[in-house]
């Protein structure tokens, strides 16, 4: 257990309404990542952090902007949801600074947008 | 590019039966592969890793072995249980790119 909680678990909101996520970690890790699951596709990469204020973009990142105001906590932010946008959504933190060290995740968040 | 390519699902097998998922990949340099197990309704855990050409990862009973020269890391398991029944990422990362390259994914069910 690498001390990471996301909240909300479960949230359903409707087409063009903004959508915050958060992630929690208790362990003071510096990289810290956003992925989303769907099926046919695996997890994908959305934006990842790697320190207070340093942020950049991942593969599927249009439509998402995330903010790192302290080491603890990564945000990730739909400013006008899509249902393009429904999705589980899980972060991550990187165990070490190393880029072959493993990645750990927490237990996501279902988003339904309608 | 970056890239992992996994067997389709659903992988359907009796308990005790031998396992194989296979995974092949693209990649630049020398990538850490690994692979990850999802059960139903929980994140994703780590099962195993390997970080150069003809290691062997292992746990719970899973093995997976580097194989720089067909570009693969097959999940292997002797004798699978009813509890084995989840999904399986295969994924590499390239320390270059610092960013886990994932496959789309193997369901596993495994039947009494």
């Known amino acids: 257990d690498a001390g990471i909680t996301q909240s909300p678990r479960h949230k359903v909101t409707e087409t063009g309404t903004p959508v915050t996520l958060r992630c929690h970690q208790t362990e003071n890790h510096r990289y810290m990542y956003w992925y989303r699951q769907d099926p046919g596709h695996g997890l994908r990469l959305i934006h990842y952090?790697?320190?207070?204020?340093?942020?950049d973009k991942g593969e599927v990142s249009d439509g998402y902007s995330v903010s790192r105001s302290k080491t603890e906590d990564f945000l990730l932010t739909l400013e006008s949801a899509t249902s393009s946008q429904t999705s589980v959504y899980f972060c991550a933190i990187r165990q070490g600074d190393r880029g072959y060290n493993e990645q750990f995740f927490g237990p996501g968040t279902r988003l339904t947008v309608l | 590019g970056n890239s992992v390519t996994q067997m389709e699902g659903p992988v359907t097998l009796s308990e005790e039966a031998f396992l194989t998922i296979n995974c092949t990949y693209t990649?630049?340099?020398?990538?850490?592969l690994f692979w990850y197990v999802q059960y139903p309704g929980e994140g994703l855990q780590l099962l195993l890793k390997?970080?150069?050409?003809?290691d062997k990862g292992s746990n719970k009973g899973f093995e997976a072995t580097y194989r720089k020269e067909t570009t693969s890391f097959h999940l292997e398991k002797g004798s699978v249980q009813v509890s084995d029944s989840a999904v399986y990422f295969c994924?590499?990362?390239?320390?270059?790119?610092?960013?886990?390259?994932f496959g789309t994914g193997t369901r596993l069910l495994v039947s009494p």
């Open positions: 994924a590499l990362i390239n320390t270059g790119f610092q960013k886990l390259v």
């Open positions: 952090s790697y320190g207070v204020k340093d942020t």
């Open positions: 990649a630049t340099g020398y990538p850490s």
């Open positions: 390997a970080t150069k050409a003809d």
